[in-house]
């Protein structure tokens, strides 16, 4: 059974700061997703990554996949305060089209 | 507008009434999924379809239905809900492709149920 772990839960930083949020699953995985949720709303799709070594970048976040060490992380760079939200990993399970949330990691960006 | 709409956005109802949450996309995908969101506990998937009539059990499908009877409606039934089914409900949808969702999903709006 996938298991997911997200690290830290909460995160709160400086505007212009750099941070990094690791996602650790615990069985092969061929595909893993970012997602970011503001408060109220509904999820929205970050990066997808297919292949071991991927990366992904998008203005201030970077994704990347290690699929040996079972590790993705979302990079944060100069973050500034439209960053605050919730950040999800969901790594598939392997040979199924399950998918698996991390618990999720709360982000605030501060002045 | 490319969108996965569900309904009710809200509802409270009683122990026992079955409801069912309706679910459609207008992006003609194949893979379609149920999750709930609780506090603390994240999202958990609750019942996924890859294309019609082909459904299958996510982590936590104990007290829940679907069907795939069309490929853009996917609704969730609960025939006897009770209170610890009281949580925030998504509907998303995806391209399956190449034999694997390798897809970002769309996610609906939310439906929030509470049962009394």
């Known amino acids: 059974e996938l298991k997911v772990e997200q690290n830290p839960l909460f995160l709160s930083m400086q505007e212009g700061k750099n941070y990094t949020i690791y996602c650790n699953y615990s069985?092969?995985?061929?595909?893993l997703y970012w997602y970011r949720q503001d408060p109220g709303k509904s999820l929205e799709s970050l990066f997808v990554?297919?292949?071991?070594?991927a990366v992904k970048q998008e203005g201030r976040l970077m994704a990347s996949l290690d699929t040996k060490a079972r590790l993705s992380t979302l990079h944060i760079t100069a973050a500034v305060h439209d960053l605050s939200a919730t950040y999800f990993c969901?790594?598939?399970?392997?040979?199924?089209?399950?998918?698996?949330f991390g618990k999720g990691t709360k982000l605030t960006v501060n002045p | 507008e490319a969108q996965v709409t569900q309904n009710p956005r809200y509802l409270i109802t009683v122990t026992g009434k079955k409801l069912t949450v309706t679910c459609s996309q207008n992006?003609?995908?194949?893979?379609m999924s149920w999750y709930r969101q609780d506090p603390g506990l994240g999202l958990r998937q609750i019942y996924y379809?890859?294309?019609?009539?082909?459904?299958d059990k996510g982590d936590v499908p104990e007290g829940y239905k679907v069907s795939r009877k069309e490929k853009r409606n996917f609704p969730l039934i609960l025939e006897s809900p009770s209170p610890n089914q009281t949580s925030l409900y998504f509907c998303?949808?995806?391209?399956?492709?190449?034999?694997?969702?390798?897809?970002?999903?769309?996610f609906g709006d939310g439906t929030r149920l509470s049962i009394l």
């Open positions: 998303a949808s995806s391209l399956y492709y190449a034999g694997q969702v390798n897809q970002p999903q769309h």
């Open positions: 069985t092969t995985s061929d595909r």
């Open positions: 990554l297919l292949s071991n070594g």
């Open positions: 969901a790594p598939g399970q392997g040979g199924s089209e399950k998918l698996v």
């Open positions: 992006m003609n995908h194949e893979y």
């Open positions: 379809s890859m294309n019609v009539e082909v459904t």
